[in-house]
C-alpha cells in the first residue's frame, strides 16, 4: 500500500467519524434523539459486495514479496474475506457486542454494506455529552494493500505492536486528531480485509483507542490472541 493511499484510508476513517460526531452534537442540542438511517441496501447482512469465499489462495489480490508491515509473513497468510467476518457477525448489532462499553449509553444509528464495506456507526443522541464510534470493515485486495512500518511512520501515525495480527501477515496502526473535537482511530488490516474503530468526543479523551480496540477488531477477524 503506498504512503498516499495509506493516508486516504486513515484520513477516510477519521472524517466519516468527525462528521458523525457533529451529527451526534446537532441531536444532543436539539434535545431529541436522531433517527437512524439505514442505507438503500438494507441489513447490513444483505449486502451484495462481500466475497464468498474466506479460502482464497494466499497468493491472491497481490504480494509484497514475502514481507509484511508488522514482521509476519504475508506470503504464507491466508487471505481474509468480508464474508467470513459476516458469517460470524452478520449485522451491526452483532459486530457492537465486540466493542463492549465503548458503546454503553450510545445508540446504533447510520449503518451500511456497499460496494463491499460494512460500517456502523453509534452515537449519542440526547443528553451533555457528544460521542461517537464508527466502526468499518472493508474489503481490501490482499497482501500489497497492507502497509509498512515505514508508511505509518510517513503518515505520522501510530504503529501499534501485535504479534497475532502479524503473524497474519497483517498490522495494527493508530491516527488520533486532537483539539476540542477529538478522534482517535485504530486501524487493523490484514490480508484480504481491513478493520477500523474510530471514537470521537468533545473536549474528552474518545472511549477507545489502541490495544482495546485491537482486541475488538480481532474478534472480528477471528484472530485468536
Known amino acids: 500500500m503506498t504512503a ?17 460526531l457533529a451529527f451526534a452534537g446537532c441531536a ?3 434535545g431529541s434523539a436522531a433517527t437512524p438511517s439505514i ?3 438494507g441489513a447490513v447482512g444483505a449486502g451484495t459486495g462481500a466475497p464468498s469465499d474466506g479460502t482464497t489462495d494466499p497468493g491472491a489480490g497481490g504480494s509484497d514479496g514475502g514481507e509484511n508491515a508488522g514482521g509476519g509473513s504475508a506470503s504464507s497468510a491466508p ?4 464474508a467470513d467476518v459476516l458469517a460470524r457477525y452478520p449485522d451491526c448489532g452483532a459486530m457492537g457486542s465486540v466493542l463492549g462499553s465503548a458503546i454503553d449509553g450510545l445508540e446504533l444509528g447510520d449503518q451500511s454494506n456497499e460496494d463491499g464495506t460494512v460500517q456502523c456507526n453509534w452515537m449519542s443522541t440526547t443528553g451533555d455529552y457528544v460521542n461517537t464510534v464508527l466502526l468499518t470493515v472493508t474489503t481490501n485486495n490482499g497482501a500489497g494493500d497492507v502497509p509498512k512500518k515505514e508508511d505509518i511512520a510517513a503518515i505520522g501515525s501510530e504503529y ?3 504479534a497475532a495480527v502479524e503473524a497474519r501477515g497483517g498490522i495494527a496502526y493508530g491516527t488520533k486528531s486532537t483539539g476540542d473535537l477529538r478522534i482517535y482511530g485504530t486501524l487493523v488490516d490484514v490480508p484480504g480485509v481491513g478493520v477500523s474503530i474510530s471514537s470521537g468526543a468533545l473536549n474528552e479523551d474518545p472511549r477507545i483507542f489502541g490495544a482495546p480496540a485491537v482486541a475488538a477488531a480481532k474478534q472480528l477477524l477471528g484472530i485468536a490472541g
Open 79 to 82: 487471505t481474509m474475506a468480508l
Open 4 to 20: 498516499a493511499r495509506l493516508v486516504s484510508r486513515a484520513a477516510f476513517s477519521l472524517l466519516v467519524a468527525a462528521g458523525a
Open 160 to 162: 501499534i505492536a501485535d
Open 39 to 41: 442505507s438503500a441496501s
Open 28 to 30: 444532543a442540542g436539539s
